[in-house]
């Protein structure tokens, strides 16, 4: 099944090239392109939406954006030299700072008379989150989104990211369908905690939740309600769709109770591969950082690709499947993840699909992203887009996991929750990182 708006396909949402729908769209919005940890003092190749560039922070320490190919004669960037305000090519010495302009060209008279004239590709880019995020669209960035899970101290949040196989969108969409929960992820209990036992056993046994959706103004909330064993009780598991490539979920850090969330977001490094930044974040309780970054480190290769592919079939064990996990893959969640999104293709046929009433979320967010396309031709921002800084307190981007009474309106108690700010810090969770640091030395 093909959704369609107009002209507009969601097959184009898959292309993100510079002047494709997709690409124009995901372009106007500020996106993680490295992590922090992976930037040093030599220039960084990266690739984004199709997009060869160079991450690098000039002689002052400052960071920057460029095209790799040299606007003289197209000599890759990335293997020049930072001095002198910015970063020069190797092959005749061309100088270009961080905006782009070139400040010296050494093999021409005078240095260069008419060096102003020439422009190197670049891009605004920031630090938030433990990220490097660039915006690559056209005009003034839009406001930078204060999303609790990004902007919060080091203390409070954990980033990693992962390389997938596959195209952005059919990642995204896994993201925002809470029905598969039950099944791709379920696996024995025992070894878990007590406090975390009752809630999976709940998801295991209900594995057809009751959903609705309402839309918001960076996208959709997702409500997922299942029964438990009290009738006056129920399990209610709030996930958001962030327009246009993240999500907010309950994640590694949801058994801590209200106050955290973990942010996806899926970004193009091309049409047939992605990163899935991942942003774990509690503001009430410390997060066990040390034991999310061993399980994820165990499951990783160099270069955060996963062990586990489609040349090795993800190393299924089905012994493993047969008694402990539903997928034979292991306890971490990322893991099925990338699994059942690269098993679908490098970009995923929706001609080929069944959508159902579980899939509520997926038509709609397919349908808000070619509404925002549509929107781009008349010059109008897209959802999610913020212009004003009191707008870009995304505090209102409620998440939960928790079991409430039967009788709760779901988007009501979101309502109140972002009104009271569950995501206001603690300071016993910065102090008692403090003092863990001083402690071990």
Same mark, same amino acid.
Request: aromatic share 8%; charged share 25%.
């Given at each position: 099944?093909q959704?369609s708006r @107009?002209?507009?396909?969601?097959?184009m949402?898959? %292309?993100?090239?510079?002047?494709?729908?997709?690409?124009?769209?995901?372009?106007?919005?500020?996106?993680?392109?490295?992590?922090?940890?992976?930037?040093?003092?030599?220039?960084?190749?990266?690739?984004? !939406?199709?997009?060869?560039?160079?991450l &690098?922070r000039?002689?002052?320490?400052m960071?920057g954006?460029?095209?790799?190919?040299?606007?003289?004669?197209c000599?890759d960037?990335? &293997?020049?030299?930072?001095?002198?305000?910015?970063?020069?090519?190797?092959?005749?010495?061309w100088? &270009?700072?961080?905006?782009g302009?070139?400040?010296d060209?050494?093999?021409e008279?005078?240095g260069?008379?008419?060096?102003d004239k *020439?422009?190197?590709?670049?891009?605004?880019?920031?630090?938030?989150?433990?990220?490097?995020? #660039?915006?690559m669209?056209?005009?003034?960035?839009?406001e930078?989104?204060?999303?609790p899970?990004?902007?919060?101290?080091d203390?409070?949040?954990?980033?990693?990211?992962?390389?997938?196989?596959?195209?952005w969108?059919?990642?995204?969409?896994?993201?925002?369908?809470? +029905?598969h929960?039950?099944?791709?992820?379920?696996h024995?209990?025992?070894?878990?905690?007590? /406090?975390?036992?009752?809630? !999976?056993?709940t998801?295991?046994a209900?594995g057809?939740?009751r959903l609705s959706?309402a $839309?918001?103004?960076?996208?959709i909330r997702?409500?997922a309600?299942?029964t438990?064993?009290?009738p006056s009780?129920?399990?209610?598991?709030?996930t958001?769709f *962030?327009?246009?490539?993240?999500?907010?979920?309950a @994640?590694?850090? /949801?058994h801590?109770?209200? @106050?955290?969330c973990?942010?996806?977001?899926q970004v193009?490094?091309?049409d047939?591969?992605?990163?899935?930044y991942e942003?774990?974040?509690?503001s009430k309780?410390?997060?066990a950082k040390?034991?999310?970054?061993?399980?994820?480190?165990?499951?990783k290769?160099?270069?955060?690709?996963?062990?586990?592919?489609?040349?090795?079939?993800?190393?299924?064990?089905?012994?493993?499947?047969?008694?402990?996990?539903?997928?034979? !893959?292991g306890?971490?969640f990322p893991?099925?993840?990338?699994f059942?999104?690269?098993s679908?293709?490098?970009?995923h046929d =929706?001609?080929?699909?069944?959508?159902?009433t /579980? $899939? *509520?979320?997926?038509? %709609?967010?397919?349908?808000?992203?070619?509404e925002?396309?549509?929107g781009?031709?008349?010059?109008?921002?897209? =959802?999610? +887009?913020?212009?004003?800084?009191?707008e870009a307190?995304?505090? $209102?981007?409620v998440?939960?996991?928790?079991?409430?009474?039967?009788? *709760?309106?779901?988007?009501?108690?979101c309502?109140?929750l972002?009104?009271?700010?569950?995501y206001q810090?603690?300071?016993a969770? #910065?102090?008692e990182a403090?003092?863990?640091v /001083?402690?071990?030395g």
């Amino acid at each position: 099944m093909q959704e369609s708006r @107009g002209r507009y396909t969601v097959e184009m949402l898959t %292309r993100t090239g510079p002047g494709t729908p997709g690409g124009d769209l995901l372009r106007r919005f500020w996106q993680p392109v490295a992590l922090v940890r992976d930037v040093g003092e030599d220039p960084t190749p990266v690739r984004v !939406m199709g997009e060869n560039l160079v991450l &690098f922070r000039d002689d002052n320490g400052m960071l920057g954006l460029l095209g790799a190919k040299c606007a003289h004669r197209c000599a890759d960037l990335s &293997f020049g030299r930072v001095e002198d305000g910015g970063l020069r090519c190797v092959y005749h010495g061309w100088l &270009f700072d961080r905006s782009g302009r070139c400040l010296d060209q050494p093999g021409e008279p005078e240095g260069g008379v008419n060096r102003d004239k *020439v422009r190197q590709i670049a891009y605004p880019v920031m630090e938030a989150g433990g990220a490097v995020w #660039a915006y690559m669209g056209p005009g003034e960035p839009p406001e930078f989104p204060r999303f609790p899970a990004v902007v919060a101290p080091d203390a409070y949040r954990l980033t990693e990211r992962w390389h997938s196989a596959c195209n952005w969108l059919q990642a995204l969409e896994g993201d925002v369908d809470p +029905v598969h929960t039950s099944y791709l992820h379920r696996h024995d209990t025992a070894h878990l905690p007590a /406090s975390r036992q009752k809630s !999976m056993r709940t998801m295991h046994a209900n594995g057809a939740p009751r959903l609705s959706i309402a $839309d918001t103004r960076f996208g959709i909330r997702i409500f997922a309600e299942r029964t438990t064993e009290n009738p006056s009780e129920k399990i209610l598991r709030v996930t958001n769709f *962030v327009m246009p490539n993240a999500c907010a979920i309950a @994640g590694s850090e /949801s058994h801590l109770g209200r @106050g955290g969330c973990t942010m996806n977001w899926q970004v193009p490094i091309d049409d047939e591969s992605h990163w899935r930044y991942e942003f774990m974040f509690h503001s009430k309780k410390p997060m066990a950082k040390e034991a999310i970054v061993a399980a994820y480190n165990s499951e990783k290769a160099e270069g955060d690709r996963p062990r586990r592919n489609a040349e090795n079939r993800y190393q299924q064990d089905r012994r493993d499947m047969r008694e402990k996990t539903y997928t034979g !893959m292991g306890y971490v969640f990322p893991v099925h993840d990338l699994f059942v999104t690269e098993s679908q293709g490098p970009i995923h046929d =929706r001609s080929c699909e069944f959508l159902a009433t /579980s $899939d *509520v979320a997926i038509v %709609r967010m397919r349908r808000q992203l070619l509404e925002a396309v549509a929107g781009l031709e008349t010059g109008a921002d897209p =959802r999610g +887009v913020v212009r004003a800084p009191q707008e870009a307190d995304f505090s $209102d981007v409620v998440v939960m996991a928790q079991q409430v009474e039967a009788t *709760v309106d779901g988007n009501e108690l979101c309502e109140a929750l972002g009104r009271e700010n569950i995501y206001q810090l603690d300071p016993a969770v #910065a102090e008692e990182a403090s003092a863990g640091v /001083s402690a071990g030395g």
